[in-house]
Structure formats: C-alpha cells, structure tokens
C-alpha cells in the first residue's frame, strides 16, 4: 500500500519523500509529472522503469533500507511542473544458504546463519581436517578459491569437498633381506604407475622410429608396416605398460603361500594386465584406480585393422599358433593356484577380463584361485556397472574357471583396520597433484644399478 506521497508545486528542483521504513526492507517510489520528464533517481536508488508521453511522465525505483528508521527517495531532475511521488516499503525477501561437506572438514560463514536477506554478501571459508586437504566447490558455487564470497540473491546450496592427504614416508631402511621360505607381507600405496605417453622423444615413439629407418632389418615391424598399421598405429598399440605386479615367482612353489600383500590408493594408466597376480597367499585390493581407456581404443584399432587382413595374414597376428605377438592385453586383477584376492571400493576403466581366476587352463583346479570384488565401479566401452562380482550377471565376475567361493588362506578376517572411499572420489583423489606418486625417491643411478648392497 501508499505509506507516503508528497507534491512538488510548479517550480524547479528535485523532488524529495521520506518515509520510515523498517531494517532489510525495500522502499519502491514511483514518480509522475505533468511534462515529458525523464527524471533520474538518487545514488542509492535503482531505476526500474520510466516512461514519458503526451505530457506526462512516470518513472518507478527501489532503494533497500538497511537500519530502521527515515529513508529518503529523491528526483533529481529540473521538474518544471507539478509532480507527485508515491512511496511505500516491503518486506526484503530471505533467501536460505545450505552448506554441506565431502570428507573431512568445515564450512564456516561470515555472517554466521542459513537464512539471509536478499542482497547479503557472505563469505564461506572451508577448512580441511587435519590429514585432508580443500579441493574445491560444488553446486551453486564452483572454483577453489577459498575463502569465497556469494551473494544471496536466491536459494543456494553448496558443497566443500575435501580428499585426505597421501601419507608421507618418514622413514626408509636401507635394506632388508629375506629368508627364502619365510613369510613375507609387504603394502604398495599411493603409487602410481603410467605406460609411455607415445609424445615426442618418449621411449616408445624413439624405439618405433629406429625401426621404421630400417624395416627390412625388422621382419615383424615390416610387416605390421605392410599391412595396414602406419607408424601412429604401431605406437599407440605399443606404448601402453605390459605387466604390474606378480607376487609369486615360480609356479606351484610352496613357499608362495606365505605371501600377504595390500595394495591401496594406486593408480593404473594404460596397465594390460597383472593388478595384481597372485600365485597362492593372500592379497588385499581396495581403492585402485585403473585407467586403461586409451589401451581399450588401442585394442579395438588393432583388431579393425587385423580384421581388414586377408585370413592368412590375420592368422599370423590372432591365434595359439600366431607367428607374431601384438596385441593389447586388458586383464585385471588375477588369483591362481589356491590364492585370495579382494578387490574392493576400486574404479575400472577399459578392462577387458577384470577378474580372471586361472592363468593355465581352467580344466586344471590346482591353477584356480579365488577371487572376490566387492562395491567396484566398472566401465567398459557403454557399459557402466557398480557392485560386487559375485552378483548374478556381474559383467566382474572371474573367468575362466568355475568360480571358487571367497575365503582367506590361514585366517578368517583381515588383521588390520582400514579406511576405504567411494570408488567415484578415486579419480580426483588419485591422479591430483598430491594423488598417487606425488612422494618422490631419490636414488643415485649407481644404487639403482645394483644387484646387492
């Protein structure tokens, strides 16, 4: 409603009504005169339309009241003529702020509340639990910055998320000897291990490159050159790490049993295959990233290409009896010979044959091994697909052998406590800055050289 007019006789000068208003209120004043006037508002007002015609003009602003008490609008064009300006307040609306966190830490805002006016500036600072780290906002804010400012100027809800820091080594021995036959438990963490990018000067490429200035010299590269694969292909198909981790050496030896082995928080680029394989004993997977989707895109080239062959040809590349060896590799995580594997709270990306249980020949159950993967985010190509192995239709359950149910060798549960995160976290945690291989060990060329110390 009108809460206040006031009329300006014929004369020059700006036009002045005041009205009390109450603190976090708009004040809206609207203006007519007898002229063609385009009157402009005070400093503090917001012009919100003006029109003017016929020998007459009106024109309408807002002005927020912070503190209770006299609010004053103003015009202030030379109005010859008679004007009347009307003022009346409302309500400033409240906008409410919900603030949330991924892992561990704490949003504070200044000022403090969930509620605000409209119009507020508040500033959110988010600090990290000891052992994690700020990694940035989501929702209706976005970016690191940090402390960050916002303005309500509608219902907002945002996220701190937060992802623990790697541990840090303290203390490194400077050897160690193991006694053939005893038993041995070891942990691989926060590692990272990436095949060869295939960029200038990298390994592969100069390794390819070599061979391409001299083809006849090289039977087999002369004929992948021969028969469809350019120098590109060759690399890309190449360049993507063979082998990860076998723990094991020697088939059926007995003194595999005494192997217990965790693997936690690594990451895996372009890795083919072993992650890991285990011959007997026990290994404990959890929180494993596996990146293989430009070894997946290798893979399938390979095979168009292979497939374009004549049958001749494709058989010396396909095939127990294949003359020559080049392929992509796609395996996961492998249990042989009587061996526990779990994997679990992991992401893979691009494995063809995530789970495999038998190396040998799948007739032969001295070879099988059991293996479980419990709440695992798996990707292959348009198949997405989060769960265990053992659910029925799991694309993660283990070939090729019938699968053995899931129990520990030489104890029933694990021996030690464990924090797991969400297989989704795994990329962002991983693969930043201080992610997976961010530790660094500094060796002289000669130490890695040698053989005993």
Known sequence: MVAATNVKPISLGPIRTTINAPADSWVVDIVASEINASPTPGPAQIKRFSAARNLFGIAGSAQVATTPGPTTLVWNNSLSRLVTSAVAFAARPEFRLTLSTTGSGTIQSDPAGDKF?????????ATPAPGWRFE??????????NPAIITMDREKSITANFTPLPPGI???????TVTTGSNVTFTISWCSFLGDDGGPGSFVRRQIEALDQNRPAYPMYDFLRSNGFSVEDIIAISRSQKKGSLVGANELDPA?????VTLHHNYYLNMQDRLPRLRAGNAHAYDIYVNNAEAFAAKGMRD?????????????????NATYSFDVVLNGAISTEGGAVLLEKSQLIGVIFPLRNNQKDASLTQYTGKILALDTLYQLGGLVFR??????GSPLAPVPAPELAF???GFATLPYVYTTHDPTQLPLLLTGAEGAGAGMLIWTKENWLKTSY
């Open 117 to 125: 006016p409209a119009g507020t500036r508040v500033t959110l600072t």
């Open 136 to 145: 940035g906002w989501s929702g209706d804010l976005t970016g690191t910055d």
């Open 170 to 176: 303290t203390t490194q021995p400077l050897s160690q």
């Open 256 to 260: 595999n049993a005494n192997h217990q």
């Open 304 to 320: 168009a290409i292979v497939a374009a062959m004549t049958p001749s040809n494709a058989a010396k590349l396909n095939g127990s």
């Open 387 to 392: 769960g265990d192995s053992n659910t029925p």
């Open 407 to 409: 129990s520990w060798n």
